[in-house]
């Protein structure tokens, strides 16, 4: 498995591109399910999931043409096997998202039960409840969810839906499926993220008439069938935020360009109060560290609050910055994994349930350290950066689901990292 070795306490300093956002890309293939015309994607990441979710489309029947730098076109008038196996889906959250289409088109579907990021129990309960309360029959055996349409008309029939609690992923694959159901759906408690919103503008742009993405209440009036179309991924807000991490963790001065401060008040607002100075461009962003960080503490929580996939990276720099903070993981609830990696070069943390006290030190120790999941390898990454000496990261696989030539990236940005295969 490959590692990663970074010699740190170099300011990071230059600029680099953002690529698309990996959780807006992965439910938005998924819409390719829905249609038998062309979907055209472009600003898509080259990443492992991004992979994987091609394989698996494929091994549907869906035609994938890859176009261009960044883009790829999918067809799903060949869709005939409506089966996403545990073999393909076990390191990847989102294979779950092609539930929901393949039921609202095909009329049935199996679905492994997922694999993704260990950060807790991660159940797909409120999909489930979801699809059944459209119509769908559903039972879930040996891992698999089966789920078939018995209804006369093959379709699936609108519903009012109330998950129990905010669900990203939930959320989207309830808004595809209801896109080709039998009258109107309304999901309530809907997820707000960017990335839903980015979904539903693509459905929209496919011919799903769908209002109020981006507010707890989406209404999707379902239609017989949608049509083509094309489609630009928006830029990873969560890439985005952990470069600025990264930057005000080294003391550095970044511009990130291809992105936007619009998705990252709350990240922005954190990073202002660890005293960063920070311009906000149309499509760009500049960072420049202060002589030394303050303390800043957080509580994730659905969004517009802090996300909790920027939750690690910021334990990261709070372990170099001045003061104590207090981070709250609300959402997940075994999301502390990095805590025992970052002490293991000199930080000083106290976990107590979903409660972390972070006191920053002057500076970090080089260590071997191992990842654990995607956003803790990040906040290895931003730690190791920070530290004085060489730090080796083991088992980087997470970290190519999520980040794109993350190496070349920090290079440009002046980092001295390395990947050992
Ligand atoms: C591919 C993708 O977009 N992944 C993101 C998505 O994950 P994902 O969509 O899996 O996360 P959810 O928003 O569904 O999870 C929120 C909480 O609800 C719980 N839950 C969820 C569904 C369900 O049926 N039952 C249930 O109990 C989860 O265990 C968790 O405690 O949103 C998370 C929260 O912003 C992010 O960390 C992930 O990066
Ligand atoms: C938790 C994450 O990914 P996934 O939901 O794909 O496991 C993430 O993107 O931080």
Do not use: W
């Amino acid at each position: 498995m490959d590692k990663l070795a970074i010699e740190g306490g170099l300011p990071l300093a230059g600029e680099v591109a953002i690529s698309g956002a990996k959780n807006a890309a992965l439910p938005i293939l998924c819409a390719g399910l829905l249609s038998a015309d062309p979907l055209t994607l472009t600003n898509l990441p080259h990443l492992k999931d991004v992979a994987t979710m091609l394989r698996l489309l494929a091994q549907m029947g869906v035609g994938v043409t890859l176009d261009g730098v960044d883009g790829v076109v999918l067809e799903g008038a060949g869709l005939n096997n409506p089966v996403a196996p545990y073999e393909m889906v076990k390191t990847m959250r989102a294979s779950v998202l092609v539930l929901g289409p393949l039921v609202a088109r095909h009329g049935e579907a199996k679905v492994s039960l997922p694999g993704g990021c260990a950060i807790g129990a991660r159940p797909v309960d409120q999909h489930i409840k979801g699809l059944q309360a459209m119509g769908a029959e559903i039972r879930v055996e040996q891992g698999y969810v089966h789920a078939k349409v018995t209804s006369a008309s093959g379709r699936l029939k609108g519903a009012r839906i109330c998950t129990d609690m905010v669900t990203v992923t939930g959320t989207e694959n309830l808004m595809m499926a209801a896109c080709l159901a039998e009258g109107e759906t309304v999901i309530e408690n809907a997820a707000r993220e960017p990335e839903v919103v980015d979904l539903a503008s693509c459905l929209i742009s496919m011919g799903a008439r769908i209002s109020g993405a981006g507010t707890d209440v989406i209404r999707i009036q379902g239609v017989e069938r949608l049509h083509g179309a094309t489609h630009s991924i928006m830029p990873d807000r969560i890439e985005t935020g952990t470069y600025l991490c990264a930057a005000a963790a080294t003391g550095g001065e970044v511009r990130l360009t291809r992105t936007s401060a619009s998705y990252l008040d709350v990240v922005v607002d954190k990073l202002l109060d660890a005293g960063c100075d920070i311009t906000c461009e149309r499509d760009a962003i500049r960072l420049k560290a202060p002589q030394r960080l303050k303390a800043v503490s957080l509580r994730t929580a659905p969004y517009p609050a802090f996300p909790t996939d920027m939750q690690a990276q910021f334990m990261a720099l709070n372990c170099v910055a001045d003061g104590a903070a207090v981070i709250r993981e609300t959402i997940f609830e075994n999301r502390f994994m990095h805590a025992v990696e970052l002490m293991r070069l000199g930080a000083d943390i106290r976990i107590d349930g979903n409660t972390a006290v972070v006191t920053g030190v002057p500076a970090l120790q080089g260590a071997t350290v191992m990842a654990t999941d995607l956003r803790a390898s990040a906040s290895l990454v931003i730690a190791g950066l920070a530290a004085q000496g060489e730090t080796i990261i083991e088992r980087i696989y997470h970290l190519d689901r999520g980040y794109e030539r993350i190496e070349e990236k920090l290079s440009r940005l002046g980092a001295r990292v390395r990947r050992i295969p």
